[in-house]
């Protein structure tokens, strides 16, 4: 049945110098509350109300050799916000059905801990009449930090009287090279 509400309410903060002299950055704040109120006419979080979320974007170019048509390319990216929302799990229902199930009447009650995350990029780009030819590296989640992404069902035979609610983790450190072409 459709018949809750929503309120999705907040102000963002927008600082941006655009690609000039091989530079730019963007930083970006957000403060933001987002509720709804279910038919049973409990307003509750929305899964996603973290409260806030910053981004920091920058990058320089820098050129080598007097035609400026190669380029060494250094950028970064930072994210911290406020951790998502769930719900408590009902122990006894999760280990009857082998996986989580929320306590509704507390639905999005608690949060994840704050996000973080941190990305470098290193690059050589090379111009040609035709085509730009670019190889790269990008450092996703350099400081290895460990987000949470879901609660799980994860009873531990070796440990009966442990928490059988375990945190799943998004990926960790994670390096990307490539090779790209732009024509």
């Known amino acids: 049945v459709n018949k809750g509400t929503g309120n999705h309410y907040g102000v963002e903060f927008t600082l941006e110098r655009y690609f000039s002299k091989g530079f730019f950055f963007l930083f970006t704040a957000s403060l933001y509350e987002s509720k709804y109120k279910g038919s049973d006419g409990i307003e509750r979080n ?23 048509r190669k380029v060494f390319i250094l950028s970064g990216k930072v994210t911290y916000s406020g951790g998502r929302r769930y719900s408590p799990a009902d122990i006894n229902a999760s280990a009857a059905s082998g996986s989580i199930v929320a306590v509704d009447s507390l639905r999005n009650t608690l949060q ?13 780009k090379v111009s040609t009449k035709h085509f730009t030819h670019e190889i790269s590296c990008d450092l996703v989640n350099i400081f290895n930090t460990k987000n949470v992404l879901a609660m799980t069902y994860a009873p531990d035979p070796n440990h009966p009287t442990a928490s ?5 983790y998004q990926l960790g450190f994670l390096p990307l090279i490539y090779y790209r072409v732009d024509f």
Do not use: M, Q
């Open 46 to 68: 929305t899964d996603y109300n973290g409260n806030y979320i910053t981004n920091l974007l920058a990058g320089k170019e820098f050129k080598i050799g007097s035609t400026g």
């Open 112 to 124: 994840y801990p704050n996000y973080f995350r941190c990305d470098l990029k290193i690059g050589y």
């Open 164 to 168: 059988p609610i375990e945190p799943e």
